[in-house]
């Protein structure tokens, strides 16, 4: 009952949270009211109406029909006001807007308030010209419309001119997955993570990628002649669209797919490849067993095998007909004839059963060798039938032969060596040990401890042993020169990314306390740290590139020394998770998001290692979500976990700027904020605000990557401001992509798996994507873009020109030659819904 009193309070609290939020919202579009009119006012949109009054009701000015406010509307506007005419026109030409108001009330002239009426219509309308609205799970979000676009409904979103090539894949599933390590003859090493299948060249430090999988490779086997390899991927989800799980068959020298198998059979494959067929064990409840033809793809028998967890299948290399399967608390020898199974339970007989038998291989005299839970090595054979015993219908049976003590803690892998010899890994215990044909030990050696347990074995050249860990790494070495790591990656959701301002390096954090500096020009890392109580969640690097920032799980943050990895300064704000780190342009700021709300501003001195409070901004009603600084370094916009946008003064002592319109035109340092007008094109319809993890504007400011919550990476033109622009997608990633950045001179681009734990390295190909556009080249696009379509509308329009309210010119979207009211400079005709107003 207590459960179900807090979850209710904690419904209740939201809802007072959502509604305290919209009336604040309110609060703030009544205020943005108030300037915008001023401005309408003082450009001269009511030119029309006093003229009109003061030249007589007769005026024959001819206006454009459209217009709803021409000479008769003066005369009946003066009618009403009466007295009070001359002063409303002198609060005009004051730009006293709120003072008319309360003037025309206190007197309570009833025709007057139909004055007040028509000006709340006419600032509805002209806001209405200037924003846009899009909506996320049915609340609206005003977007306001720069003023270099003129005709926002006509412009043309297209695909960039760049696209993305996979360059390098880090990281190595070794966590959860076992026997998903093999050598090549060609000197490459085949693994996987996410929906790629890595052949990285261990000598040449090349990749090459399978990349035909929609979802999670889970398992994989190499064919006996060392080229083929089947592949198999579990279920997912794309959107709404279901992702069927399905073995592949491919050539490792190609990288072509001669079949695809099981599509929508199996969730999860094991499986191993006798030359003709494969068989496969899925993951569903009965862990069905089944039999394919590798040339024709057809499946050839199937059988269900048990309810308790399948961890390895293999063919007897000395008799196809003979399979054998091992897992939680069993194995089992099958015998396939004529499309049939026949299942044989392996007898423990005098010896404990292990709660898990792990990994088995065959041995040359054909036994069959398993590691268990337990730390054995068990020897298993073919016992006559115990006619004595059993009668005279008694069948052979497969029972213990002998027991090898081998490891402490579990035996993970097992792998054969030419002339009948043996490795073994063990679990707890870390140590790799050779034994000699006949389970003699040989010798033996222990991973570090850093790279956790050892999951799977392969054999190089019969010296040389490459070996995948569960802490998602694959070392290299021999038991006399000891293992180095060739593969490294983090072993938990990882959502902190960020670039070098000036090299080729980005850093990465995540839930498993470690912290990474990656080379990206060389594909290596270079160094790793491990947090020792909390987690890291964000980072940013400072703009002289040798401090990094890391936001942790708890409020704290940390100033790390790239070159000594030390801690150089800490600090604490509140005590919830940081989502967000950034530096101001020049570095004399830091800007931290936190998900109590607020953003905290510290003042950055000695060249990034000194930090001093500088203020804190207050108005968001939920989380931090992304936050960028203006290119002068004076300004904020901020996006919460409300879908809200506000803006920040941060020069002025971080004040919440209430007029969002007065920040339109306003040039930003970086775009990672999901939420804006420039980025507006990025979210699909129907979006519920979750959608989108991350984007990040290349510095040339001519795309937009993007980080979705699908799986998939995507490349939009920048800005990309209407709804539905076309982009670039990519796959690869087996998890919600959490966060993605470019490199700094635009060459690459880097995307962050949450679950997957995989980085992707993406190469920036054509349009320029070297990193040498000139910045601002977005706003001169939009603006052309926008004077095209405006010159295309009238050029194919088929009515007669609208002429402007003020000098009847008849070209809308056409500079006027004559000045504004209240001003000497030229203004542009634009069309406001049914009204044309005049606009510097």
Known sequence: MMEVRLQAQEDEITLLKSSLADALRRIRLHDQLLPLLKQQLIAGVYTGWLNGCTNGCTSNRKLSSSSAFDGRANCTMAFFLGDHFSIFMTYIRNSLIIEMILHIKAHENRNACKIVNVIYVLCSVSLAGHSIKMFIRGRPITMYIPSNIQNYEDLKMEPPSERLELDW???????????????????????????????YHINNRTQRHYRKHTDCVRCLTIHPDKVRIASGQTAGVDKDKPLLPCVHIWDSTTLVTLQQIGLGTFQRGVGSDSGTFLCVIDDSNEHMLSVWDCNKGTKHAEVKTTNEAVFSVDFNPSDSANIITCGKSHVYFWTLSTGQFTKKQGIFGKYKKPKFIQCFVFSLTGDVLTGDSEGNILTWGKSAADVKTLGKGAKETFQIMRQTRAHEGSVFTLCNLQGGALLSGGGKDRKIIRWSADLAPERECEIPEKYGAVRTLADVDGEELLVGTTRNAILRGTFSDGFVAIVQGHVDEMWGLATHPSQNVFFTCGNDKQVFLWNAEEHKMDWCTTLEVEYGLCADFSPVGSVVSVGLS??????????????????????????????????????????????Y?????????????????????????????????????????????????????????????????????SYTC?????????????????????LCRSHSERVVAVADDFCKVHLFQYPCPKLKAPSHRYEGHGSHVTNVCFTHSDSHLLSMGGKDT???????????????????????????????????????????????????????????????????????????????????
């Open 169 to 199: 894949v880090y990281g190595y599933r070794g966590r959860d997955c076992r026997a998903n390590l093999y050598f090549l003859p060609t000197g490459e090493a085949v693994y996987f993570i996410a929906c790629v299948v890595v052949l």
């Open 674 to 694: 999901v939420l804006g007008f420039h980025v507006m094109g990025v979210w699909l319809e129907g979006s519920d605000g979750t959608d989108i993890n991350a």
């Open 554 to 599: 708890t409020g704290r943050w940390l100033v790390l020394d790239l070159f000594t990895r030390e801690v150089i300064s800490e600090s604490t704000d509140g005590n919830e998770q940081l989502s967000v780190m950034r530096y101001s342009p020049d570095g004399s700021f830091l800007a931290v998001g936190s998900h109590d709300n607020f953003i």
């Open 758 to 840: 995989c980085i992707l390295q993406w190469k920036v190909m054509g349009g320029g994507g070297g990193g040498g556009g000139g910045v601002g080249d977005s706003r001169e696009r939009l603006a052309s873009a926008s004077a095209s379509a405006s010159a295309s509308a009238s050029s194919t329009s088929t009515s007669s020109p609208e002429p402007c309210v003020v000098c009847e010119m008849s070209l809308v979207g056409t500079p006027c030659p004559r000045p504004a009211a209240g001003s000497s400079d030229p203004h542009t005709v634009v069309k406001l819904h049914t009204l044309h107003s005049h606009i510097k």
């Open 601 to 669: 501003i510290y003042s950055v001195t000695e060249s990034g290692r000194r930090y001093t409070r500088f203020g804190r901004c207050n108005g968001h009603s939920s989380f931090i979500t992304h936050l960028d600084w203006s290119k002068d370094g004076k300004y904020i916009m901020s996006n919460s976990g409300d879908y809200e946008i506000l803006y920040w003064d941060i020069a002025g002592g971080c004040k919440l700027l209430r007029n969002r319109f007065e920040s339109k035109d306003r040039e930003w340092a």
